[in-house]
């Protein structure tokens, strides 16, 4: 499959999983937390998904659209595994994580701490859905929409 296709299939599969999960994390009380805002697509979506919600976003640094910047008190910067640990206890309702970097390597270093931290962050009920795979007891995988072919992108209720 080409770079192109595997970009295209990410990106729907974000989209339809997003719009899945919303429909829930509606009903679930707490902020949601985008950790990687980038060019702030997905956080734009959650935006217009979620009206009214808390929505604070992590990043090293702010490239992310004019129209898709946070509010200066919901933009943290720097390494999200040191900053976002300042948020455990937030009981969040959906943590977004789209921070897989296509290597290996390197998403075998963020798998060591991605799962707990997100684990922590998250109230009993709330929602993770990451681009890499969160491999946590207290995370339990739920299935993605039918459009979405299996570990393209994943979805879990923190138990
Ligand atoms: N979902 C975003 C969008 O729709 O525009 C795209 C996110 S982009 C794929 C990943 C972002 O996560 C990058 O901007 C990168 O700087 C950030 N990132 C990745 N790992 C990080 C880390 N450990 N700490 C802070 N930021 C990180």
Redesign the pocket.
């Known amino acids: 499959m080409s770079r192109l296709d595997s970009f295209i299939r990410r990106m729907t599969a974000?989209r339809d999983i997003l719009d899945q999960v919303c429909a829930e994390v509606a009903k679930i009380e707490g902020p949601v937390l985008?950790?990687?805002?980038?060019?702030?697509?997905?956080?734009h979506h959650l935006r217009e998904r979620l009206p009214g919600r808390r929505i604070v976003a992590?990043?090293?640094?702010l490239?992310?659209h004019a129209s898709s910047i946070p509010e200066a008190e919901n933009l943290v910067l720097?390494?999200?595994?040191e900053?976002a640990n300042r948020f455990i206890g937030i009981d969040a309702a959906l943590v977004h994580a789209?921070?897989?970097?296509g290597y290996e390597d390197r998403d075998a270093v963020?798998a060591t701490w991605l799962p707990d931290l997100t684990a922590r962050l998250l109230r009993v009920g709330g929602i993770a859905v990451s681009g890499t795979p969160l491999d946590h007891p207290l995370l339990q995988r739920l299935p993605p929409p039918p459009s979405v072919p299996a570990d393209r992108y994943f979805i879990y209720r923190r138990v």
């Open positions: 974000q985008e950790l990687g805002l980038g060019n702030g697509r997905t956080f992590f990043d090293r640094a490239a992310a720097g390494e999200i595994r900053t789209d921070i897989g970097t963020t």
